[in-house]
């Protein structure tokens, strides 16, 4: 029995929509007919998101918030003792989403096959990223899928926060900056080109000051929109330049060293790195597979090249600790705990403790660079006003004096 998405009319020639389970399309067409509804289109739910992960989508469709409560609802379920299909079934009813439910129900209907669950979360690759399935995986072959569905949830709900916490951080400054670029080229494209009209008229000698502004708002006006094209540009010819992976890289590089943008990126990749592979070594994954796929997560290349060297080193028998400090890119704090968590048998918790210190770390940095840029911006914009009347108070004195 599989999960069919159909388009139905019905009497009156409306549209419906929805989702039944059923063995083939042709059985979904007859419970169709039996609920008075013409059927127009009828689509297995794996088949038609297939074709949409083969097609080009700007969002992935379901969200970090969407998968976090399906995964807490599911091992809520899961551990009150109900069968997974039945779990599957209610969790389905629950969401209001419809391409959420489909999917659930595409779980389900694979679940119902036979096979494992990770193999029907195995149909949706775009949804269920690859640690997803692989914890559920050793989940299923250890006999503590609840336990391990309760650890995944409490990991999709902690990458939703970190993820809500950066944008939280970010919004405030790109409005500030936003409003103040807005504001001043508003001065220097309407405003001062009307006030400066009056002194040109008076045919006087302009301060330097005064100079400058004029000087700047004609450019503003006459290659505004050519400066903004050329940024547009830019942005394109930098974005094709980063899709060589070569590229890629030494932009990530470069990224490490910039004074605060390195500390950021260094402590993100590293929280959720250590994060990933605290939640696979704790579901029985082995290392190296552990590795790998925590390697995944990892953003910055040079960061995950790293870790890919360091799975080579431990398949030769090295420590974890150690072949992860050969890089010198991951925080001294973080190496300490993995060799101190491999040392006395306790990988997983020291794991966790790299990635809460690391995220403690990184939630300061943030509060930090957001109480700072605030202020900053602030001053600016405030300096560059106070400039642009400066600038046209100075002629208005000038001509008082030579009146008196």
Avoid at 28 to 49: F, G
Wanted: aromatic share 6%.
């Amino acid at each position: 029995m599989g999960a069919f998405e159909y388009t139905a009319l019905d009497n009156g020639g409306k549209e419906r929509k929805g989702i039944l389970e059923g063995d083939t399309p042709r059985h979904i067409r007859q419970l169709l007919r039996e609920k008075q509804l013409l059927p127009v289109t009828v689509n297995e739910v794996a088949q038609k998101e297939a074709k949409r992960q083969r097609s080009f989508s700007l969002t992935r469709g379901v969200s970090t918030g969407d998968l976090s409560l399906f995964t807490r609802q599911l091992a809520t379920l899961v551990r009150a003792g109900l069968p997974l299909e039945e779990s599957l079934l209610a969790v389905s009813q629950q969401t209001e989403k419809p391409r959420v439910q489909s999917i659930i129900l595409g779980v389900r209907a694979r679940v119902m096959e036979g096979h494992p669950l990770a193999d029907g979360l195995a149909e949706f690759p775009r949804v269920f990223p690859e640690i997803y399935r692989s914890t559920v995986a050793a989940g299923e072959q250890s006999g503590k899928l609840d336990g391990i569905l309760e650890r995944l949830a409490d990991y999709t709900e902690g990458r939703e926060q970190i993820r809500q916490k950066i944008l939280a951080a970010m919004l405030y400054p790109i409005v500030l900056s936003v409003m103040c670029f807005a504001i001043v080229c508003g001065l220097m494209v309407y405003v001062v080109p009307k006030v400066v009209a009056v002194f040109e008229s008076a045919k006087g000698k302009l301060p330097l000051i005064t100079q400058i502004l004029i000087a700047t708002s004609d450019f503003v006006r006459n290659y505004g929109i050519y400066m903004l094209v050329g940024a547009g540009l830019a942005l394109f010819l930098f974005r094709r330049w980063l899709s060589n992976p070569a590229n890629r890289r030494i932009w990530h590089r470069a990224q490490l060293r910039m004074p605060m943008v390195g500390k950021l990126s260094r402590g993100f990749n590293t929280a959720r790195f250590t994060r990933t592979f605290s939640i696979l070594s704790a579901s029985s994954v082995p290392v190296l597979e552990a590795l790998r796929i925590a390697g995944e997560v990892v953003t910055n290349l040079p960061m995950r090249d790293a870790v890919a060297e360091a799975a080579a080193r431990v398949r030769e028998g090295a420590a974890i600790g150690r072949s992860l400090g050969v890089s010198k890119l991951f925080p001294p704090m973080t190496i300490h705990l993995i060799s101190s968590g491999e040392s006395s048998g306790e990988l997983e918790n020291m794991l966790e403790r790299a990635a809460i210190a690391q995220e403690r770390e990184l939630d300061g940095l943030l509060a930090g660079m957001v109480g700072l840029l605030g202020p900053m911006l602030i001053v600016g914009m405030g300096g560059f006003v106070m400039a642009i009347v400066f600038a046209m108070l100075l002629p208005i004195f000038e001509m008082n004096q030579l009146i008196k």
